[in-house]
Every structure is written in structure tokens, then in C-alpha cells.
């Protein structure tokens, strides 16, 4: 019976894990990606980080549900068309923010060779849109995945 209940609480804890769609990077991008993967911190915004599946060296999860996850590799988002976005700095690395209608927040990077995209779940975000959680992440992305532009943290 021991062994029914182990074999149980396996699958179950296999399925509440989070499944981030995995990008498909360039080559370049890859190698970028894989090295921010080796640099990403344990804990964000206070959570733990968790296995992701699939597993991925392009994607990263944190927290127990809803998760805040990490995409590095993502194709250019639409919002970077639109004049009118703005990005925030944050520890030097800059996000272009975008709500989600679920409440979530979607950052990603501009101006840098691999785009990378976060998504802070409402209860992480708030109501006020709070990215502090990202203050986390921002020695990884500047270590493996360095600006194109230099000087970019002096841009409006």
C-alpha cells in the first residue's frame, strides 16, 4: 500500500509542475540561453524554482503555483511594433511590460541578442503591476546574455 501511495504522490507532484511552451532560439540564442539557465538564481520574488516540464535550458519556473516563468529564446513580441511601448530599468536590465487579460504581467527584454520573457502572475504582480520580483533576475541576464547597445541603460 506504501508503494501505491509513493507511486501516487509522484504522479501528482509530476503533474501540478509547470509547462512553460518551450522556444526554439537560433543557434546564437542557445548558447545565450543555456548560459543564463546556469545562472539563474534559486529563488525569485521570494519563491523557490522548480523543475519545468519539459525540461528545458530555455525555460525556468518559480514559486508553488502559480509560478513566475522565465522564456529565454522567444520570438520578438508584437508589442516591440507599437511605438508607444515603454520599457522600465531594473537593476540596469530594461522590460517591456505588457498586462495580460488574466491579470499577469508579460515582460521581455529589449536590446539584447536573445529576447527573454517573464510572466508575473497577478498574485505575484498585484493589482499595481509590482516587477520588483525581477530585481532577481537581473545579474544573470546581464552576466550571460549582455545588451547589444551600449550605454542602453541611458535610453528613454
Known sequence: M??????AVGC??????????VPTPTARQATLCRALH?????????????ATKPASDFTAAW???????LRC??????IFDDVRTKAVDIDGVRWAPERLSD??????????PAYIEVTLPKEVAG??????????????????VPSDVPGDADLP
Open 127 to 144: 493589482d499595481g503591476g509590482d516587477m520588483s520580483a525581477l530585481v532577481d533576475l537581473t545579474a544573470a541576464v546581464q552576466k550571460a
Open 73 to 78: 529564446g522567444v520570438p520578438r513580441p508584437k
Open 12 to 21: 501528482s507532484a509530476e503533474g501540478d509542475a509547470p509547462h512553460p511552451a
Open 103 to 112: 491579470g499577469s504581467i508579460r515582460v521581455t527584454t529589449p536590446l539584447r
Open 38 to 50: 546556469g545562472e539563474l538564481p534559486d529563488e525569485v520574488g521570494g519563491l523557490k524554482r522548480h
Open 2 to 7: 506504501a508503494v501505491l501511495l509513493g507511486a
Open 63 to 69: 514559486g508553488d503555483g502559480p509560478w513566475i516563468e
